[in-house]
């Protein structure tokens, strides 16, 4: 048989039916899958030490057969603890494995093994510690003594099964494997071969090959994300769209009325939008802001110099709170403006007339539609309502096929909360021009960071927030301190307020996993806030399991003040506004990103009261309390998100974890400098090559690559 990457993954030796199965759960799917399916971390077993020679705390290897082999169960935590016996001919050591009880059902008396882990002491008894491990005996285990990958595993597949079935077929096919990278950017970058790099990161000769084999991939991924985003870039350019006039004296007298002054960067930000939109291309920039920062305010002054110019406005908001939230705002702020505004969502339509002056009116869907496809309505706001195509769908049970009569500028809130297909058929709503499109976030990504995966974006900031803001009081708790905070919660109660509580992340390495763990604490914290603490105070949970609607009747109770404390995963909704919660409690804050804690951080302190935000932690560790010392220091989410990203890598930004890079291509991430150099060669071949005539393969790989990839 000739295999390629394409060869469905069954056909390969020694998977079959049952196993395909088992690999498409880690999405494998062809040969190629699991080629480039690449380990996590590697173990090195080239090094065995006698057991007589190990010392405490650190990490060994060790070979020997098991004398002994029991499981027990904590008591407490109901959780697996398997126990064995080692010996080799100088010594023999205890092995403990927590919570691992498929290692009982795989290890039986008498197994040689071969083990690394770190050497452990507890009440003077010394120990391995979960270590990994390898069967001798095992047919499958040809590392022994080498450097070997460790995978993420799944039921049924083992990192030594994974080996087993790579080994051979890489040594079948590998001569065959085209090199996808043009040879002169090979060659610029010092960089190994694509056949060579393939077996390296699989089966390291070294640990230096190793890493030359992460390089390459690190190189390749971001040179993916760059080229694509370089190509959109161009292909975006040749699209035309409707200039929009700077109208100086509208915009003057606009900043004149507003009740505050604009800081310098949401004038800043506004202008560079109202200079994109003069272009006979589409404007496709991001705004970014923390909550507060005053973004929308910024999408008023680019809406009025579209309408101004007779062009037609939409806003696209996540939920329908918000959505009727900008209603509010943009009806408030333009109301001396003679223009028209519609709100239409899965509910209700509003309508505001100039003629009317003082008040909004509902108007039926109908009415709106034609309104707007008139031209009449110069500023129409929404939801997902905006773009339901399909009627006989629940949330949208009226005809909604929203069409302009001449659709300047798309605003899209919370850009990260629709998908790029969402965001498209918005800005699909005009037959041959592209309207001009403003996503804004409240994500903080560090700017490095944000030019790679939004390459194709241009990009504006807010980094200060305005004038008087309140300042959020924010404190480390630790177990000692714990009940002073629930006595600090229930006071804040007594007066009136409301509290969130956020129950820790949990990584498991599957989604649904996750989730459903999480779902379970949230349960667990509830039962212990509502039976043992706050047994005469109402509260609510809030996970990841319900959908969209009851989050969405749960926030708008909570916004009614039906219940004082809200128990959380870490699904808490983005930009919902409860501005009479004045205490954020985050349960094992050393779990998150400092860019996640800050997000939640800003759910409080939005109303006129002082706000508080403990992070809760039994880690004495002094690296987690210098990161969330930063979290008291700073309250620029830009700040802290750049510490993030030095300190932790960029795995914990909004939705990068779910683009499926591999690791250390996100740790090249880090490098804006690595980033730079490759960004250049990927500007350079997209200028004078768009269609990749010249690079086949490269062109393949892109599209698969564009197709796996989600970014969003
Ligand atoms: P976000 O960036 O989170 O969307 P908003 O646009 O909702 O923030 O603004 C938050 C609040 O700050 C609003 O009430 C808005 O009126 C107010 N605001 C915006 N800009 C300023 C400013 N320059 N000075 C004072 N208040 C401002
Ligand atoms: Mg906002």
């Known amino acids: 048989m000739q295999y390629t990457f394409s060869t469905p993954i069954e056909y390969i030796p020694h998977v079959g039916p049952a196993f ?30 006698r057991i007589d020679s190990i010392k405490i705390n650190e990490s060994a290897c060790i070979k020997g057969s098991v004398l002994e082999i029991q499981e027990e169960k904590s008591l407490r935590k109901r959780m697996a ?28 008396k008498g197994d040689t093994l071969i083990l690394a882990g770190k050497i452990a002491i507890n009440n003077n008894h010394i120990y391995l510690s979960s270590p990994t491990f390898e069967k001798v005996s095992d047919k499958e285990n040809m590392h022994l003594g080498k450097i070997a990958g460790v995978y993420s595993e799944t039921k049924g597949i083992t990192s030594r099964w994974i080996r087993f079935v790579l080994k051979p077929i890489l040594d079948e096919i590998k001569n065959k494997i085209p090199e996808t990278l043009p040879e002169e950017v090979i060659k610029k970058h010092d960089l190994i071969s694509l056949r060579e790099a393939l077996y390296q990161i699989h089966f390291p000769t070294n640990m230096e090959l190793a890493q030359k084999a992460q390089e390459r991939f690190s190189f390749e991924n971001i040179f993916m994300i760059t080229l694509f985003a370089a190509k959109k870039k161009i292909e975006n350019e040749k699209e035309t769209s409707i200039p929009v006039p700077i109208n100086k004296n509208v915009i003057d007298r606009f900043l004149d009325d507003l009740p505050f002054e604009l800081t310098q960067e949401q004038k800043k930000s506004g202008w560079q939008i109202i200079k994109d939109m003069t272009r006979s291309y589409p404007m496709n920039r991001l705004l970014q802001g923390d909550v507060g920062s005053g973004k929308t305010v910024v999408s008023i002054m680019a809406t009025i110099n579209t309408v101004k110019n007779k062009s037609q406005v939409v806003v696209m908001a996540p939920t329908e709170i918000l959505a009727k939230q900008h209603f509010k705002t943009f009806f ?17 339509d509003k309508y505001y007339s100039k003629k009317l002056k003082s008040d909004t009116i509902e108007i039926s869907r109908e009415r709106l539609l034609k309104k707007t496809a008139d031209g009449e309505i110069d500023v129409l706001i929404g939801t997902h309502a905006l773009i339901a ?35 498209a058929a918005l800005c699909g709503k005009m037959k041959d021009k592209i309207p001009h499109l403003l996503s804004m976030t409240a994500t903080p990504i560090p700017r490095s960071l944000a030019l790679t995966i939004w390459g194709d974006l241009d990009l504006s900031t807010i980094t200060e927030m305005p004038k008087g803001r309140k300042v959020i ?6 177990e000692t301190n714990r009940q002073k905070a629930y006595n600090f919660i229930e006071e804040q109660i007594k007066d009136g307020r409301q509290a969130f509580v956020i129950c820790p992340r949990i990584d498991a390495n599957d989604e649904k996993k996750e989730i459903m763990l999480e779902m379970k604490n949230v349960k667990e914290e509830y039962d212990k806030l509502s ?19 009851e989050k969405e009747k749960i926030m708008r109770d909570f916004r009614l003040k039906k219940f004082d404390i809200l128990v959380s995963t870490s699904v808490v909704e983005v930009g919902i506004d409860i501005p009479n919660a004045t205490v954020m409690m985050i349960e094992g804050a050393d779990r998150f990103g400092l860019a996640q804690l800050h997000q939640f951080r800003g759910r409080v302190g939005r109303g006129e009261y002082q706000s508080y935000c403990f992070l809760l932690t039994d880690s004495s560790s002094t690296k987690t309390n210098q990161r969330l010392q ?21 795995g ?10 591999p690791d250390f291509a996100m740790n090249a991430l880090k490098d804006s400098r690595i980033i730079e150099k490759i960004k250049e060669t990927a500007e350079e071949i997209i200028g004078y090559d768009i269609q990749l005539k010249k690079y086949p393969t490269l062109k393949v790989r892109l599209e698969s690559f564009s197709e796996k990839i989600h970014l969003e």
Do not use: C
């Open 531 to 549: 039976k043992k603490i706050f047994p005469h105070r109402k509260i609510e949970i809030l996970h990841g399991k319900m959908t969209p609607k």
């Open 652 to 661: 914990d930004f909004f939705g990068v974890r779910q683009w499926g890079i």
């Open 332 to 348: 408030n702020i333009l109301k001396g403006y003679n223009i028209n505004i519609g709100l239409l969502t899965g509910k209700e």
């Open 81 to 108: 603890i398997t126990k064995a016996v080692i010996q080799d001919e100088t010594a023999s050591i205890e092995v403990v494995w927590f919570n691992q009880p498929y290692i009982f059902k795989n290890i039986k």
């Open 20 to 49: 395909g199965k088992r690999l498409k759960t880690l999405k494998i799917k062809t040969l190629g899958d699991l080629v480039f399916y690449f380990p996590k971390y590697y173990q090195d077993y080239s090094n065995i030490k």
């Open 630 to 650: 930063a979290m008291i220091k700073y309250d620029s989410g830009f700040k802290l998100s750049e510490m993030d990203l030095k300190i932790r890598g960029p």
């Open 389 to 423: 195509s399909n009627p006989k769908k629940k949330t949208a049970k009226r005809e909604t096929k929203v069409l302009f009569n001449n659709l300047g500028l798309v605003v899209v809130d919370e850009q990260h909360r629709f998908g790029v297909k969402q965001r």
């Open 473 to 478: 009081k924010t404190n480390i708790i630790t």
